[in-house]
């Protein structure tokens, strides 16, 4: 009786650890797809930035290899170079003006 | 009486018709907006660099560091850029398949470096010497060059070889070049790729400053020497190459050669060269 209260509880650990881990890792399909936007984005207002795409080429790999949390971080990243480009082209047509440097 | 309201009416609709005339035929002047840009840009690197005389722009870095100017005048004695003019020099009059040469393109015997890059009116864009070169192949029922080395870069560095001397002279003439001429600007000041950088930081703010174990060149005089043999590359290339370079070491993703971006940059930055003289190909570090 001991025993099997003891192999419950451990089961019920592993369970809800494992249940956290997917809960900490969001999900990468989705993020490769926003990352693709932002990059598409940048693209189109000539930003993109060197890396994004090829960041975005080894979620896919890792995803495709089954390895959810390493895909969720390198789109993560992607997105994030995504996200700051797109910022970046915005910045500069506002104000590229300002950066003429002057005597 | 009749003619007391004839003039009444009439006299204020010639004053109209005269205003109106005004107004249509004050035309922009885009050569003027420009030559203030220049003018600011010269003033700058003549203050960064006050004992550097502005013809000497032309040579890029070894204007302002004697050191590298005495190794590069040392290099000079023989260019390692001699065999790829050769080369060009070949397949400029090699015939086509057709049996005409780049010289049915190109007059002057295609000592024509210094008419490029213009301004296209009837097809609105900037047009460099190496997209015309592969549009006159195009034209002759042959393939593109790939535009960043090789055959293009030697037929290119043979045609500026032949044109040497030559002043710089872009004009900015009509709205769409101005159009053309202002997106190269701002590619040039604006601040791209993950290090965020920009053209004119490395270029104007940092000119003559050590980058690594390189010195940084003028922007002034970017465009008047190339193609150019560099000695990282071992082979001539051509500007847009460079271009390419660049792009790539800010962390932003390179265009292609050739691309609208780059003839834009190549514009802007010829016009801001605009009074010093064609003096390509060269050798660089």
Sequence with gaps: MKRNLLSTAALLSVMLSAGDLRAAAPDAKALIEQAETARKEAASLGYEWRDTAALIKKAQDALAAGQEAEASKLAQDALLEGQQSVAQAHSMQKSWQTLIPKL | ?285
């Design chain 2, 1 to 285: 009486m009749k003619k007391k309201v004839r003039n009444r009416f009439f006299a204020p609709l010639l004053v109209l018709l005269m205003l109106l005339a005004t107004v249509r035929t004050e035309a922009v002047d885009y050569q003027a907006k420009v030559q203030a840009d220049i003018k600011a840009f010269r003033d700058y690197f003549a203050a960064q660099f006050p004992d550097v005389p502005f013809a000497d722009y032309a040579n890029g870095v070894y204007a302002i560091d004697a050191d590298s100017r005495q190794q590069w005048l040392e290099m000079e004695e023989f260019p390692p850029y001699a065999l790829s003019v050769e080369d060009g020099k070949a397949l400029f009059e090699k015939p086509f398949a057709n049996g005409k040469t780049y010289g049915s393109c190109f007059p002057n015997g295609g000592a024509v470096r210094h008419n490029y890059p213009y301004f296209d009116e009837k097809r609105g864009t900037v047009v460099t010497l190496e997209m015309a070169i592969n549009e006159c192949r195009v034209a002759n029922g042959e393939k593109s060059l790939a535009c960043k080395g090789g055959d293009i870069a030697k037929i290119s560095a043979y045609m500026a070889f032949i044109s040497r001397g030559n002043p710089v002279d872009v004009k900015v003439a009509s709205e769409g070049a101005y159009k053309a001429y202002m997106k190269g600007k701002e590619f040039f000041y604006a601040k791209h790729g993950k290090l965020n950088m920009s053209c004119a930081g490395c270029h104007m703010e940092f000119a003559g400053k050590r980058l690594r174990a390189e010195i940084l060149s003028p922007a002034l005089g970017h465009t008047t020497h190339f193609p150019v043999y560099r000695s990282k590359w071992g082979e001539i290339g051509t500007l847009h190459k460079r271009y390419g370079g660049c792009t790539n070491d800010t962390g932003a993703n390179a265009f292609a050669p050739q691309s609208e971006e780059y003839r834009n940059l190549e514009f802007f930055e010829t016009v801001m060269s605009n009074g010093l003289i064609f003096n390509g190909p060269a050798s660089r570090k």
